[in-house]
């Protein structure tokens, strides 16, 4: 069952099983935040098992361009286009959550992977040849993110 995230109202629906469930909660919360604030959209998420193309999708571009195969589960994902960019996302039990923004059209398109950790989190293994920026937020306490530039073609929907 899909779930419009409340960033004002923080629950933890969805991702119980997180050892760092408030962190990931407010993490995700903040992202619903971005969203509603820069664009007016409701960020919807639904639980991974439901969403297997959008997870398959991600996994996708971090296998092909950097091997990078993540271990934890996945809980939740979200696909949706606004203003001509594709953003897929996957929340993992880890606390881990992995954004792809795709530009679909245009003549310089923006194509990257982003990664956040929760705060609580230990850097996964698969993750520690990359560097992460510390960000603070109100929702979800110190942030850790990194990302890198997609080279490939991915534009096949999810």
Known sequence: MAYVVDYVNVATTGLESSPVVAALAGLRANEARYFANKYGHAFTVTPAAKAKNIVKYVAHILREERNIVITSRPLEATSFVVDDVRWSYVFYESGLSI????????????????????????????????????????????????????????????
Do not use: C, H, W
């Not at 510390?134 to 991915?154: C, E, M, N, P």
């Open 99 to 158: 954004n792809v923004l795709y530009t679909l059209s245009g003549p310089s398109p923006k194509r990257a992977v982003g990664f956040k950790l929760s705060e609580g989190m230990d850097v996964p293994d698969e993750l520690s040849s990359f560097k992460f920026a510390r960000q603070k937020s109100k929702l979800a306490g110190t942030i850790r993110g990194s990302y890198f530039v997609i080279k490939g073609d991915y534009d096949v929907a999810p």
